[in-house]
């Protein structure tokens, strides 16, 4: 009798549960987020998914998505790529999520990318750079919102290629995929903007370098009047902090000094470096301040800097695409994506039909001791170079049709 | 010819991080020689050097203060560690104590990020530490300057200590012949704990000083610990001098190499463990055991 009475009860919680899921599933809509939650590396994982959180805060708040609210699943990519795969796999079969998200890493980024035609569903690549992600690699369901490595530099290239007192170049990048990208379309971007520069060093050093004094020596001693470098992180922090210290002044061009992680260490040795991006914080505008003050809103107090504000915007155009499908049918939001013009906060942001690879403006920026966002020096915007300016063709970026 | 011209800079930044990875080798060569026990862990006590100083300073304002709080905690962290981990395994042999430490370096390293967070950390050093100084045409950093000093009076102290005093012979000879020595009435697992905590000590001091050079971040026990057991295999199990010899070696392969080739930088010094172990498997200034 007992054990009937305790049947029917699971039963029923069974029935429950399920009515439950089926209620709970039908007013919200699942997006996945693969990211690195674990090891050396997870803060960028914690600072994309800031990004996101803020976008879809901020879309729940006036209504969510086509009536839908808007759930993250959260999986962890462990930085490896066969595991974002499996994770990814595991968000679209088991968790039914419209889009897959993820943009700390390149390497991680291309597999998933690779791996999205099989399970026909959308990869948002919101911050990872590597040109093969929508060159080489490209296919239909992969849309990248941020620029690629190749349109990254040459913002910094129209830079230095500008001012005639900059003509020998030194370059210094990790050893991997991103530095070597970096190194290559650098070359071929300073060639376009000022033919009669001379590229007097090459250097790929080991991601996580320990000491940068004998690299700093070797640039001294190469008569360098310039230094570009995509590193992150330490080895950002690194070769600014030691190469003041050695007494080297000439500027570092730097694609990820908008981290504020990096500032808060490099502090005044930044001065005299140039960083460039798809924004940077304290643009004099009302859109930029609304894009600004929207973000610091939704996220809980944060501020839009580095991989946390392309974390957002493409979060934010992902939610306009589907808006503009009024659809979560991937075939539609595909569709939809392709060729859309969202207003972004220095200007508008087209997603070119072809490689999926958004199409914007950038912002150079140099140091600045005091801002209002941070209680450490931080950057300040000095330029925009229209999207024209940085645009990388297809044929320039390896890009190839699509072939099932 | 500027080649040449960089020559004796790029000395002096090899030697600069060669005697950052003595001190914090040197700790770890200690209890290595002379326990056995191969630590694992050293590098995170390393780190936690480097962390400790930082909230010490936050507190206080005073580094000289955290060079010798931090060194003290790590210290006894080494002690508890030893006294309440290791003895309890040590009976089980090597591969216990190793699996152990093993366990301990991802605990300290996942405890690091959840009490100070994953960001690197800005650590305020000294006025009189953070400039440069000029001679010549060189400006060099005061700090790596700071750094050498401070390792080379370690080594010092550290050699005196060995090898001229009677707490030295008893370290020496508890490793080789324990049961003798606790014959003659000293306690062995005394002696053994607090070789641990100086170990662990020198590990923190090297932490401290470690930290605003290299960068006070959750992944810099991970990026030293490899540098760390080539220093140990390449120096000879125990051996002080094998261990500054090799720090010294590694450090200026690192720094020549990326001068002249590049490529190859990251490698030289795991071609110089390779030739040691083929050569003189015991280390360069290894006892043959």
């Not at chain 1, 490595?149 to 170049?169: E, I």
Request: glycine letters at 10%; one cysteine or more; proline letters at 3%.
């Amino acid at each position: 009798m007992k054990r009937t009475i305790f049947g029917g009860i699971v039963g029923m919680m069974g029935i429950c549960l399920l009515l439950g899921t089926v209620v709970w599933s039908a007013d919200t809509v699942n997006f996945g987020v693969c990211e690195i939650r674990s090891g050396a590396f997870k803060d960028n994982g914690d600072r994309t998914i800031w990004g996101i959180e803020a976008a879809v805060n901020e879309a729940n708040s006036k209504g969510g998505l086509l009536g839908k609210k808007i759930e993250l699943v959260i999986e962890d990519n462990q930085g490896k790529g066969e595991i974002g795969v499996q994770k990814a796999k595991k968000l679209v079969m088991q968790d039914n999520c419209v889009v897959v998200i993820q943009g700390s890493s390149s390497g991680v980024g291309g597999a998933i990318g690779q791996a999205m035609p099989r399970l026909k569903r959308i990869y948002l690549d919101t911050n990872a750079e590597a040109m093969d992600i929508t060159g080489k690699n490209f296919n239909p369901y992969v849309f990248r919102t941020c620029l690629n490595a190749g349109m990254h530099v040459k913002a910094l290239a129209h830079y230095f290629g500008k001012k005639t007192q900059y003509r020998k170049v030194f370059l210094i990048n990790q050893d991997y995929s991103w530095g070597y990208d970096v190194a290559k379309y650098y070359e071929a971007a300073i060639k376009q903007f000022a033919p009669n520069t001379q590229v007097v060093g090459k250097e790929f050093h080991q991601v996580f370098n320990k000491d940068f004094a004998p690299y700093v020596s070797k640039i001294t001693a190469s008569g360098a009047d310039y230094v570009i470098s995509g590193n992150w992180g330490t080895d950002l922090t690194q070769l600014v902090v030691q190469s003041r210290k050695l007494g080297m002044k000439i500027p570092i061009g730097a694609t990820f000094l908008d981290d504020d992680g990096v500032m808060n260490i490099a502090r005044e040795a930044a001065e005299g470096c140039i960083q460039a991006n798809m924004y940077i914080l304290g643009i004099d505008s009302d859109k930029a301040r609304a894009f600004e003050d929207t973000f610091h809103k939704y996220s809980g107090g944060k501020w839009p800097s580095f991989v946390i504000m392309e974390a957002y915007i493409g979060t934010k155009m992902f939610i306009e695409a589907v808006r503009k499908a009024g659809s979560f049918d991937t075939d539609k939001i595909i569709k939809a994506f392709e060729g859309m013009t969202w207003d972004g906060p220095i200007g508008p942001i087209t997603m070119r039909p072809e490689d999926h690879q958004a199409q914007m403006p950038a912002v150079i920026a140099e140091y600045a001791s005091k801002t209002k966002y941070y209680d450490f020096p931080y950057l300040k915007p000095i330029m925009t170079i229209p999207a024209s300016e940085i645009s990388v063709s297809l044929e320039e970026s390896g890009w190839k049709p699509y072939k099932e | 010819m500027e080649l040449l011209s960089v020559i004796p800079i790029q000395f002096l930044h090899g030697l600069v991080y060669g005697m950052l990875l003595f001190l914090v080798a040197s700790g770890l060569t200690l209890i290595f020689g002379m326990m056995g026990v191969l630590n694992f862990a050293h590098g995170a006590l390393y780190m936690l050097g480097a962390y400790f100083s930082y909230s010490i300073l936050r507190w206080t304002g005073q580094f000289w203060l955290s060079m010798i709080v931090a060194p003290v905690l790590v210290g006894a962290m080494g002690i508890l560690i030893e006294r309440f981990l290791l003895r309890k395994v040590h009976r089980f042999g090597h591969a216990h104590e190793l699996l152990l430490t093993f366990g301990l370096a991802y605990i300290i390293e996942e405890l690091v990020k959840w009490i100070w967070g994953n960001q690197p950390l800005h650590v305020e050093i000294p006025a009189m530490l953070s400039g440069s100084i000029q001679f010549l045409d060189i400006t060099y950093p005061t700090y790596r300057l700071f750094i050498l000093l401070i390792s080379v009076a370690v080594f010092t102290v550290l050699f005196l200590i060995l090898y001229k005093t009677r707490a030295g012979i008893i370290v020496t000879a508890a490793v080789t012949r324990s049961e003798m020595v606790n014959a003659l009435g000293i306690n062995v697992p005394l002696v053994f704990m607090l070789l641990f905590g100086v170990g662990g000590a020198l590990a923190g001091l090297a932490g401290v000083i470690g930290g605003p050079y290299l960068i006070t971040n959750p992944g810099m026990a991970a990026t030293i610990i490899i540098d760390l057991f080539v220093v140990i295999v390449v120096g000879g199990m125990g051996s002080l001098q094998g261990a500054l010899l090799a720090s010294f070696l590694i450090g200026e392969l690192q720094s020549f190499g990326i001068l002249l080739v590049p490529q190859m930088a990251v490698a030289l010094e795991f071609l110089l463990m390779a030739v040691v172990l083929i050569v003189k498997p015991e280390g360069l200034l290894g006892d043959k055991a």
